[in-house]
């Protein structure tokens, strides 16, 4: 899925990476906790998150992540902003909650990144 098609169905604001919206992403990948995006992502995803913050953008970067979009209405400082543009990242802003961001873009095609866990990483 395009980035410009995740924009419109989650009716969001580009904010960095006007230039990038026709990289296509495999996944979706919702979270709030860095340390789950750097235990289980493996492919090439957005990441929809609510926790607004300098670490998601060094998470991002630290695994090729290419589009981040933060969710309820948060919108990241123009430091943050200045970051993503500078490491080529995008980032989007929604309204939506995480939930409903991460239901509207697998109701549209975007599938989750299932990876099988072992007993013993939960």
């Known amino acids: 899925m395009l980035i410009r098609e995740i924009k419109d169905i989650l009716d969001a604001?580009?904010?960095?990476?006007?230039?990038?919206?026709?990289?296509?992403?495999?996944?979706?990948?919702?979270?709030?906790?860095?340390?789950?995006?750097?235990?289980?992502?493996?492919?090439?995803?957005?990441?929809?998150?609510?926790?607004?913050?300098?670490?998601?953008?060094?998470?991002?970067?630290?695994?090729?992540?290419?589009a981040i979009a933060f969710v309820r209405g948060k919108k990241p400082d123009n430091d943050l902003i200045q970051m993503a543009k500078d490491k080529n990242i995008v980032i989007l802003c929604t309204k939506h909650t995480l939930f409903t961001s991460c239901g509207l873009l697998y109701q549209n095609g975007l599938e989750g990144e299932e990876i099988a866990h072992d007993e013993n990483s939960l």
Request: hydrophobic residues 45%.
């Open 13 to 66: 604001e580009l904010l960095a990476g006007e230039n990038m919206q026709d990289i296509d992403i495999n996944y979706g990948y919702g979270c709030d906790l860095m340390s789950d995006v750097l235990a289980f992502v493996k492919n090439d995803i957005i990441l929809l998150s609510g926790l607004v913050h300098p670490q998601v953008l060094r998470t991002a970067e630290m695994l090729d992540i290419r």
